[in-house]
């Protein structure tokens, strides 16, 4: 029966026409990345999942898409756990049967766990001791010294014959079941998930690849992502990242580099007017430490970060409501109204940071940064100083990055980065530092799209199509368009040859709906003669031409 | 704690030399696509389940990889299924209080059934007929009612107090999920799949887009795919496929097409002396019919298809194993000496289809294929006919292609692909004829390694670096870096400035090793003249130059 066809939600498919304007963007961005002497990388698609779990928060860990485990996953792990059940409780029989006399409840559940250890070891002794832990886990251990249930029962039958024996067996098997959550199962059912991200992969392989990097590594990397988000107005389950990171440095000349390749890129695909908002984490540890709320940093710049959206009153108070005393917060005023130019918000800043170390340490390097943009000059962004700015926190350590539309266009943030200065520390490379930018691909592709930015020729598909008379006039017209396909001109015969008078009609339309600029047709008269009747579909015009003057005519 | 990084097996890394050589063969051919009027789409990565499932046989539906639904899968699967096991065994127990004097264990069990059937309906009144169904299953129905089971335990117990039915459903519950099997559970816990190749994905893209879509449509598409295969060397979990195909026509032409597409790719990469063997369906067929095996038709040509590896006698044998018979296979002893050019085997397979109608339907269809290609001409491919070919058999229903490495390359075939009648009609769109080709990305990836066909000038990446000799020399530098940009020159600047003398070393090492070919020289006496010491790498030669001769120089 056929099947109604769809796709799953959040994913989408391209047409011709939004490939061509998605290759568009991405080759201008490839083409930037190259011109500042990034260098290209692939990882695959699916990471162990231990690679990705636990580096995105709790929250993130959620939104991974995991893959199940091929073949019989399930053979490994529910059928031996309800095989261990039986020789359990049937070793736990024989147990009783010896250790009935003792009244000591303390005692026996220790010998069950004891005896349960031992039967394990036993009966699975192919089993390495991590997958043994894999397949049966804690869980599994500690719901058969639940004591009290297990002896209890034990005691009340009072006799260990094999048939209430499995009774207990199945019952055991099935609380374990009924309290498996799917987190639990997860972990045994699945070793493997969809990449999240391109810095933890990134990160994964700067460390595995080490020996082969000549550091500082300039990379860039363009590929898919995947996040189990509630989709809604552009935002989607699959989506291209586009990230350039330098590995390797702690010199604040990449911050001066990837400001200036933000502009490059914008102006590139003529999006003039972009604001790069920069920011420095060590601004805001400086600020939450002079107003006395260096342990509420989080609650502090996730407050902050709404100041454009709530407002300063409602910023106020959700500070207040974190435990943020108003002494410190009436500090914090300067913050609110805060405002002229780069250099005139960093004399403000100076006055607040003035007592803390740290502040004044992320003061020097967005002045350094400042002044090297203002020497070098930016084509069509401006840099601007947005102490408010706190985008992912948890990772970054010095610079923050984010960069708007031009005004007028209603999209959130169309690119943004950072320093975070431990990239690799999780894999075992500690104190490598690490700066970068990432590229919002489908934002740019809209803003592009609503600004009408997006040049008319992206989507030249096929630029002359020869009608298909018959099969004679076919093969003479394969033959000029091998020439023209030659001379880097997209060329097609029409599949189908004309059967009746009205099929070439619709071979003509066929060309007008593609969009198709010129038409050839060839038959007897253009064969006898080898000329071939060109024309051109904007205009009308019909022209009786020759194969040299055909490929000029079209190219 | 660190964790050592790895990636999954059948998956890889892939470096910037790496990346730049695959995306070469990837412009290639995507702009010999385009050259021949192919439009490219896209399709995500993870498709419907039902969407795949059962288009690639059993082994097929085996090896794609599913994606585990997100949130709490089980406690929509388990936790309802216990609930209710706990609902009837309990609405079981009432149900035989009442009807305890009646021995007719078959009303019994009907009853039973029945009350099963309304307790779902009672209790899960929010859930729909089809998610019950996908919820329970037949299997937790039917485990319900192993009638004599129940029924004997309860009569044996007696007594339905609230202990004893728990311990029945909990048994039951137990019962049933000790039989699930990975397969039953996967579609329970799995919506989603990667997707196992594009020519399913671009059937289901047709029919749905069917009406914004001008037929003929000719669509390239260049996109990875996921096989759960056991990885072995040159095959991958994760691989790009390459893949173009006309649907809606049913013209021989696009067959013509699609030799010429082979040949000018694979000229264009350098690979010259490849083999593009072409069989048909039709001509299988014919001799299926021939030798009075139409009934046998994938046995005869999986064994033909080992005759160039297990030799005539071996594939003889296997025939006769599978029950055709010796006249059939003597009937075939022209098949086996087959030679000669296409005309000539075309001759032979004359005389051995004379009696077939389809065959001779092929040896026409093959005629007018290599007919025209003679009088188009092949740049450097040959067409070869090739009757033992039989790839993909269940799909295809007229041209079959393979294309091998040219000889003396020991390599699979580096090409395939062929026509099916029917691609849409599984997706509930019928008479749609497609026809198409696929490129193997990593086989003619290892024969131009092989062969030493990539240009040199793939992986060029940076041109000229700029030695940092400090902060103010930087600044000084990345003026020029900037013209050297915008000129189109990939330029850098060393990240990390000089601290002491040996860090120039440093410096020039990395550009060593990065093969950077210019490396500049700015020092004071340079920002005071404003000239830049310029070192060939290569010739070691250095020379002070102008920005503007700079320019020119490294171009």
Partial sequence: MAQKPSIPKGTRDFNPEQV??????????KSQFQTFGFQPIETPSFENSDTLMGKYGEEGDRLIFKILNSGDYL????????????????????????????????EIANNINHKLKELIDDNFKDLSNDEKNRIFGEDFISSFIEKSTIVTKLLEIGKFDENSL?????????????????????TKISEKALRYDLTVPFARYVVQHQNEIDFPFKRYQ???????????????????????????????????????????????????????????????????EVIGASDKLIDFTVALDKLDKIGEEKVKEEMLGKGIPQSGIDKLQPLFSLSGDFEAQIESLKGILSTSEEGKKGIEELDFINEAISSLGLQSAKLQLDVTLARGLNYYTGAIFEVSAPEGVKMGSIGGGGRYADLTGVFGLKNVSGVGISFGLDRIYLVLEELGLFPETIAKSTEVMFINFGDKE?????????????????????????????HMKKQMNYANKREIPFVVLVGEEEMNTSVYTLKNMITGEQTKVSLETLITAVK
């Fill in 20 to 29: 061509a304007k998605r290759n568009y963007i991405f080759s201008t961005i």
């Fill in 75 to 106: 053979e490994k792990y529910f059928n031996t756990i309800q095989k261990i059940a039986n020789e359990v409780v049937l070793g736990l029989g024989q147990f009783f049967d010896e250790k009935i006399s003792s009244n000591e409840k303390s």
């Fill in 166 to 186: 499995m009774s207990l067996s199945k019952e055991i098997f099935s609380n374990y079941i009924s309290k498996l959550n799917s987190n639990k199962l997860t």
């Fill in 222 to 288: 363009m590929q898919p992502v995947w996040r189990a988000d509630r989709p809604q107005k552009g935002r989607f389950r699959e989506f291209y990242q586009c990230d350039a990171d330098v590995v390797g440095s702690d010199s604040l000349w990449q911050e001066v580099e990837f400001i200036q390749l933000y502009d490059n890129v914008f102006t590139a695909l003529g999006l003039k007017g972009t604001t790069i908002k920069i920011n420095n984490r060590k601004i805001l540890s400086g600020i939450a």
């Fill in 474 to 502: 076919a093969l003479f017209c394969l033959k000029a368009v091998k020439s023209l396909r030659k001379n880097g001109i997209n060329a097609e015969l029409y599949p189908d040859k004309i059967t009746n008078g009205k």
